[in-house]
């Protein structure tokens, strides 16, 4: 299987700051990764398709990017309704795999 | 925007099965491939199964850690995917959802429930 290796795994910043997380896949995986939101109760939301690809509603503060073994999701300006954990997810190699997850907190 | 419901969670012994069900509305649930995820408690996400549409040969696949215990199937015509799950164990309890695919192809994930909980627990 391919292991995603995601980096934080926590992370507490203040409104208005540029957040960055990594994930790094263990073999290829082309630009197959995708990257979610999930709010504590509910179930994951798509922020970034297809490693850069925004989908549709999300705000243009979330970016991603990256291909091959290496990829990056970036938020902009933080704002307070960011609060949530982040998840990569490759679907490049069978099975599909997640990273541990990186808890975002306000500063 | 598609709707996903998962439904059929609860709390079961182990040893023993349950159906979980995932009722679909706004899309051709036939055109596309369909998915379960879990999340155990405190823990992250986890694959469990994907079917194919009947167009691609509604085949299914599933994790190593279910394979044997669990069984997908989809009824295309009532828009419903289906996760029988058997000789249920401690471990799989977890929130489990139902996703569907972006592409008709099957490739990628766009759309997940809001889950339903598998409590198994004697």
């Known amino acids: 299987d391919t292991q995603m290796t995601q980096s934080p795994s926590s992370l507490s910043a203040s409104v208005g700051d540029r957040v960055t997380i990594t994930c790094q896949a263990s073999?290829?995986?082309?630009?197959?990764l995708n990257w979610y939101q999930q709010k504590p109760g509910k179930g994951p939301k798509v922020l970034i398709y297809?490693?850069?690809n925004l989908e549709t509603g999300v705000p243009s503060r979330f970016s991603g990017s990256g291909s091959g073994t290496d990829f990056t999701l970036t938020i902009t300006s933080l704002q307070p309704e960011d609060i949530a954990t982040y998840y990569c997810?490759?679907?490049?190699?069978?099975?599909?795999?997640f990273g541990q997850g990186t808890r975002l907190e306000i500063k | 925007e598609a709707q996903l419901v998962e439904s059929g969670g609860g709390l079961v012994k182990p040893g023993r099965s349950l159906r979980l069900s995932c009722t679909t509305s706004?899309?051709?649930?036939?055109?596309?491939?369909m998915a379960w995820f879990r999340q155990g408690p405190g823990k992250g996400l986890e694959w469990v199964s994907f079917?194919?549409?009947?167009?691609?040969?509604?085949?299914?696949e599933y994790a190593a850690s279910v394979k044997g215990r669990f069984t997908m199937s989809r009824d295309d015509s009532k828009s419903i995917a289906y996760l029988q799950m058997n000789s249920l164990k401690t471990e799989d309890t977890a929130v489990y959802y139902c996703?569907?695919?972006?592409?008709?192809?099957?490739?990628?994930?766009?759309?997940w429930g809001q889950g339903t909980l598998v409590t198994v627990s004697s």
């Open positions: 996703t569907r695919s972006r592409e008709t192809t099957g490739r990628g994930v766009m759309y």
């Open positions: 706004r899309f051709t649930f036939g055109d596309y491939a």
């Open positions: 079917i194919r549409s009947n167009s691609r040969g509604g085949t299914a």
């Open positions: 073999q290829d995986i082309s630009n197959s």
């Open positions: 297809d490693a850069y």
């Open positions: 997810q490759q679907h490049g190699n069978f099975p599909p795999t």
